[in-house]
């Protein structure tokens, strides 16, 4: 498929465009949900994927779905986004990253051994820097960029000038996954913005939950729901608050943190990396907090699960309290069962999320202004109804899995229409 000329679907086996995915970590989350979206979105024998992670669940969910995996012990990353680039403590990160290089190198020199026929590498978050610059060095094939995070504006401008001239010289292409993203990427790179995808109602990771974890809907209290790991830059003590005050308000509501347990707890650097307070679940604590505030009959705490679709299935609204001034996958995917949702954000863009119709905007770490919000929701029904219609048409226009994944592959025809050998530096 190398030095591809036409842009056409290709027609047989033969012709399948193989692609090594990276991805930088091996809990499955938003991000590798994302990807495996993706992946299932590209039409029948279009796409031959393959990936590389880091050791975890989700080298797990992929193998499920017929992907071949390697896993690697780490991914070195290189974070300049929002919530996680380099301050104070946090440069202390950069030791495990240079501790996660070898394995890096290795994983990929063992995807090139094993599949000798790579057309494309498709860097599943722009934090993968390293593998950025070797994807492109050791498998001679264009490399796709996905952006997934807000990147870092206000600090660390070198480091901004730096990564864009990286991506401009060793990235064919770069995908952001929504237009706040791409306006916090460095001047002068053009990313293409595809929207992340969700189809509702399919078991995509192959692991169904075979009981429900949360009784179905019923009339009675307004049931709001948080979904991922419970970290504070989520937003989930503003959330517990959030809830705390609409008991004093006497508002019939329930609820419902889900994700709890879904981080990874082994490894000897993850054990050094929560001692120096730099990983930290907050499920125990959650857990006590509750209970201190006699919450234990308004605020559940579900566990994990792969089958997303019966919690957005039993629930009335989303909230996405994140302190990333961004809109995350689960309003996405709560958009397609037309739950509107409550998010955290400054300036939201009309691609993901519009104020007063999809949902409503709120100023980020306010635990009242939530409370506001869920209040305005439980007092009024029909606006919540008419939001979440809104929200489904807006998830139909923007986040269709096929749409999307046709859009990724015509990139990866031109990256391939576009292409030159690129030879190996010393």
């Keep these: 498929m190398k030095g591809a000329a036409a842009l056409r679907m290709p027609e047989s086996d ?10 930088h970590a091996g809990t499955f989350g938003g991000a590798s949900r994302s990807l495996l979206e993706l992946i299932k979105g590209f039409p029948q024998g279009s796409v031959a994927p ?10 797990q ?23 996680g680039h380099y301050r104070g ?3 202390l990160l950069l030791l495990r990253e240079m501790i996660y290089l070898p394995f890096t190198i290795l994983a990929l020199l063992r995807a090139r051994r094993r599949w000798k026929d790579i057309d494309i590498v498709h860097v599943n978050e722009v934090v993968s820097l390293a593998t950025v610059i070797l994807g492109k060095i050791l498998f001679r094939c264009p490399v796709v960029v996905h952006v997934r995070s807000m990147q870092e504006t206000r ?40 929207h992340n ?38 937003g989930v003590w503003e959330f517990v608050e959030a809830a705390r005050l609409c008991r004093e308000r006497n508002l019939a509501v329930e609820f419902l943190v889900v994700g709890v347990g879904s981080r990874q707890s082994g490894g000897p650097i993850r054990g050094l990396l929560r001692a120096a307070g730099f990983m930290h679940d907050a499920g125990e604590e959650l857990r006590r907090h509750i209970e201190k505030y006699g919450l234990k009959d308004s605020v559940h705490l579900i566990a994990f699960t792969p089958d997303i679709d019966q919690v957005y299935r039993n629930i ?18 709560a958009a397609f069962w037309s739950v509107p949702s409550i998010v955290a954000m400054r300036d939201p ?78």
């Excluded at 033969?14 to 991805?23: E, P, Q, T």
């Excluded at 393959?50 to 080298?59: D, F, K, S």
């Excluded at 009242?368 to 029909?382: G, K, L």
């Design 349 to 426: 863009q009309p691609d993901t999320m519009v104020h007063c119709e999809t949902g409503l905007c709120i100023e980020p770490g306010d635990p009242r202004a939530i409370a506001d919000a869920i209040s305005f929701f439980c007092r009024n029904p029909f606006e919540t109804a008419r939001m979440g219609e809104a929200a489904r048409r807006l998830a139909l226009q923007n986040f269709d899995s096929g749409k999307n994944a046709a859009r990724v592959l015509d990139i990866y025809l031109r990256a391939l229409a576009a292409s030159t050998p690129v030879k190996a530096t010393a």
């Design 14 to 23: 033969d012709a399948l465009i193989s692609v090594l995915y990276v991805h």
């Design 197 to 234: 995808a969700y189809s509702p109602g399919s078991d995509r990771t192959g692991a169904s939950t075979a009981q429900p974890l949360i009784p179905p809907k019923s009339p009675g209290p307004l049931r709001v729901a948080m979904v991922g790991s419970p970290l504070a830059f989520k």
């Design 50 to 59: 393959r990936l590389i992670t880091q050791r975890g669940g989700v080298a």
């Design 316 to 333: 009335d609204v989303l909230c996405f309290p994140s302190h990333l001034n961004a809109v995350g996958r689960p309003v996405i995917e």
């Design 89 to 91: 403590r946090r440069w």
């Design 61 to 83: 969910f992929f193998a499920r779905s017929g992907i071949e995996v390697i896993e690697t012990t780490g991914i070195s990353q290189f974070d300049h986004t929002r919530f």
């Design 155 to 194: 600090r660390g401008r070198l480091r901004t000038r730096i990564i864009g001239r990286l991506l401009r010289r060793y990235a064919d292409a770069v995908i952001a996954i929504d237009e706040t993203v791409r306006r916090s990427l460095p001047a002068g790179i053009d990313a293409a913005v595809v």
